[in-house]
């Protein structure tokens, strides 16, 4: 709910009034860090600006109305409108607490008492709960991609009548649900991120995943997606597929990581990874070099998750047009599988295509080297009767296959 801003005294936080609007700063920690937050809809139809502060997390209403919709609403103009919620900075309190005292001050509170008495959240509670979970999670470091699919979990099970606050009702809301046991060991996973928030714990449900096999798509069916979009997402799915890099290491690429000289790019490793170099093709550079090249990011201001269900709309249609179901199976990471398999058919070499996808652990590795019905293997031969002749081919890129009459046979993969 929202309350009125404390007067601060001289020695305390300097106060927050109407003067201090050109150089806003949090009334919590005096930061002048802040993102604007959306709109605030008040009952009398104007509106106030929500701002979030970046260093702390605390949320706040700056009181002047904006659009209003109905004559003869109040003046929200005065020194005591400032008003503001603890939603943010009770999720990171947390985080300095220890693991002893997190769940006696999360008690303390009253949140996580109130999730044993099965009591059902609102629609406005369960946005409070997402958008903590959602800001924690990025002070935390987590990436976005795995940001977006927990907090969208933990709303799809707090909706279907599941209190975060009370692993029991979590457990009858998962069991209800018609999921595979992958989906379901990944709600598991995610619920367990809630709880390291929170300072809870639980016994969570067994969940048995099943090791499914990459779906592999052809290149011409990769083609026709790219070719069916258009500017900044035709360039990002022509470099997940020439480079095999995750979607989030293409969305955070910069300019600056483009080298357009040597025809390379420059990736920031993700999730742990080793940072690669790529080789890019003519067609790509050109790509790229068609593209706005006002902001520091290649991609971005784009969100990441818009870009996703833009491709999903022309993957869709694209399916129906061209009567191929297969292609509604094409996701961003489907490129990452393509690109890896195609370099393990070529080169047979699992350390290179370890390399090429910045994997630390082989075992990560073994799942992208699945194969799809490839021709029959065509090579180039040599032959060589001396050492010297013989160490030039191998530098040339052949290997050894036998050795007949005084003769060495060795083959290429064409």
Not at 57 to 65: L, T
Not at 126 to 137: S, T
Not at 188 to 199: H, S
Not at 319 to 339: D, G, Q, V
Request: hydrophobic share 35%; charged share 30%; glycine share 6%.
């Amino acid at each position: 709910m929202a309350e009125e801003a404390p007067a601060a005294s001289p020695s305390e936080k300097p106060a927050f009034t109407i003067e201090a609007q050109n150089g806003l700063f949090c009334p919590e920690c005096n930061s002048k860090r802040l993102y604007k937050d959306g709109l605030r809809y008040l009952a009398d139809g104007k509106t106030v600006q929500r701002y979030l502060c970046r260093d702390c997390g605390y949320r706040f209403s700056w009181p002047r109305a904006e659009k209003p919709k109905q004559h003869g609403s109040k003046n929200l103009k005065s020194e005591h409108g400032l008003t503001f919620n603890r939603c943010s900075s009770r999720a990171l309190a947390l985080l300095e607490q220890s693991e002893e005292g997190a769940m006696n001050g999360q008690k303390e509170n009253g949140q996580w008492a109130a999730g044993a008495t099965g009591q059902t959240l609102d629609g406005a509670k369960i946005k409070e709960i997402i958008i903590n979970f959602v800001w924690w999670m990025r002070k935390q470091g987590y990436a976005e991609s795995t940001i977006e699919r927990r907090s969208k979990i933990l709303e799809v099970l707090a909706k279907r009548g599941a209190n975060p606050y009370d692993p029991e009702s979590v457990k009858e809301t998962l069991a209800r649900q018609k999921w595979d046991e992958n989906s379901k060991n990944v709600a598991v996973k995610a619920y367990n991120t809630f709880l390291k928030m929170v300072g809870g714990s639980w016994t969570p449900p067994k969940t048995r995943p099943v090791e499914k096999l990459p779906f592999i798509p052809t290149e011409e069916e990769l083609n026709s997606l790219i070719a069916a979009s258009n500017g900044k997402l035709a360039a990002f799915l022509m470099l997940l597929k020439e480079t095999g890099m995750r979607a989030g290491e293409a969305y955070n690429l910069q300019w600056k990581d483009v080298d357009f000289e040597n025809g390379t790019v420059r990736v920031t490793p993700e999730k742990g990874s080793n940072p690669r170099i790529f080789k890019l093709s003519p067609k790509l550079l050109a790509m790229l070099n068609r593209m706005d090249k006002t902001s520091e990011w290649i991609f971005k201001p784009w969100q990441l998750k818009h870009m996703r269900r833009t491709f999903q709309r022309i993957r869709n249609r694209l399916a129906l047009k061209l009567c191929n179901p297969r292609l509604k199976l094409i996701t961003f990471h489907t490129f990452r599988h393509w690109k890896a398999t195609m370099e393990y058919a070529k080169t047979k070499d699992i350390l290179h295509v370890m390399q090429l996808l910045g994997h630390k652990n082989i075992k990560n590795t073994l799942k992208y080297t699945q194969l799809v019905n490839f021709k029959d293997d065509e090579y180039h031969f040599a032959t060589a009767k001396t050492i010297d002749e013989a160490g030039k081919l191998i530098e040339a890129g052949f290997e050894y296959v036998c050795h007949h009459e005084g003769v060495m046979l060795f083959r290429k993969r064409k």
